[in-house]
């Protein structure tokens, strides 16, 4: 898993726990009531954690092992994607406004 700065990413919802009636996830996203929704806003190419995110809550580290490409098998809920990629690395179209 590559992020950019920039990219759009989310975190999906966590996954109640079917031994547990009752049970109320803590988690930060859960806790805040979190749209779940952050912008990578820093980067760390190789090794386990691959960047940073802000939230609404504040700022999150990634992880490889959040995001399913790179743990398709992982059980638990909270499985983060990349929903909009860097809009930077695509060419900037000039909007011409008249002024007469």
Known sequence: ???????VV??????PKKDMP??????TFCASNSTRIGVVIHTEPGGPRCGVALFDHGE???H???FAEANPRRPEGGIAKV???NYY???????VISTS
């Open 1 to 7: 898993m590559v992020l950019k700065v920039g990219d």
């Open 10 to 15: 989310q975190v999906g919802p966590c996954a």
């Open 22 to 27: 009752g049970w109320e996830c803590y988690c």
């Open 60 to 62: 999150w580290p990634m």
């Open 64 to 66: 490889v092992e959040d």
């Open 83 to 85: 929903i909009s990629s």
């Open 89 to 95: 690395d695509k060419p900037a179209k000039a909007k």
